[in-house]
């Protein structure tokens, strides 16, 4: 157990909606990464937030964003779903806002019908 | 453009032999370097980590090693145990991991009895 927890587990939608995805990092961790991983695809970056802010951007659609809230938990925000982005979207954390080693959560399986 | 790469998708090894893994990338700001294993419906957990600065870190049965010059790395297994059977990310970094991780696809590593 990493310490980092995500919910939901699964999701199940349809196209055009709007999901939202939550994640808890480690205690003590300041920063959140969120990765993005399709069937065919390594993981992906998205965006990290660090202590609220947001530090660094990847391959983030403008269809997509998240938060980062005072008690540190993040949310990831999906509007407008299609269906290329059922994926795994997994959240992590680390200590410092330039760690090298980040914890993984389990994990949200999104599915867009 | 993928920078990160593991071209075996899947290796399988005796338990008790070793297991090499292979990784290879392409951008050379990459100053960090870590692997990663992932059991089915689990986030992935981080196993071991080398900086630019050294050619080889050890942790138990668990030794990576790095070739700066050819963009290379490896992750070497010693001796294989049935437990060690998941998928294997490569993972790289630069500015201290400032913009997220960029892994590999994976490698299913198989230990056969």
């Known amino acids: 157990d990493s310490g980092v927890t995500q919910t939901p587990k699964h999701l199940i939608t349809a196209t055009g909606q709007r999901v939202t995805l939550r994640c808890s990092p480690r205690?003590?961790?300041?920063?959140v990464y969120w990765y993005q991983q399709s069937l065919d695809q390594g993981l992906q970056f998205l965006i990290q937030y660090y202590n609220g802010e947001e530090r660094a951007k990847g391959n983030i659609l403008e269809r997509f964003s998240a938060q980062q809230f005072p008690d540190l938990h993040s949310e990831l925000n999906l509007s407008s779903l299609e269906l290329g982005d059922s994926a795994l979207y997994f959240c992590?954390?680390?200590?410092?806002?330039?760690?090298?080693?980040?914890?993984f959560g389990p994990g949200t399986r999104l599915t867009v019908l | 453009d993928q920078q990160v790469k593991q071209n075996s998708p899947s290796l399988s090894v005796q338990e008790g032999r070793i297991s090499i893994l292979n990784c290879d990338y392409t951008?050379?700001?990459?100053?960090?370097f870590l692997w990663y294993k992932k059991y089915p419906a689990e986030g992935p957990t981080f196993l071991i980590s080398?900086?630019?600065?050294?050619d080889k870190n050890e942790d138990g049965r668990f030794t990576v090693f790095l070739n700066k010059s050819a963009k290379h790395l490896s992750l070497h297994i010693v001796p294989s145990q049935p437990g060690d059977s998941a998928v294997y990310f490569c993972?790289?970094?630069?500015?201290?991991?400032?913009?997220?991780?960029?892994f590999g696809k994976g490698t299913h590593l198989i230990i056969q009895p």
């Open positions: 205690s003590g961790d300041l920063s």
């Open positions: 993972a790289a970094s630069s500015g201290g991991g400032a913009d997220g991780l960029t």
């Open positions: 992590a954390s680390s200590v410092g806002g330039l760690a090298n080693e980040q914890f």
């Open positions: 080398i900086s630019s600065i050294k």
């Open positions: 951008n050379s700001m990459f100053d960090y």
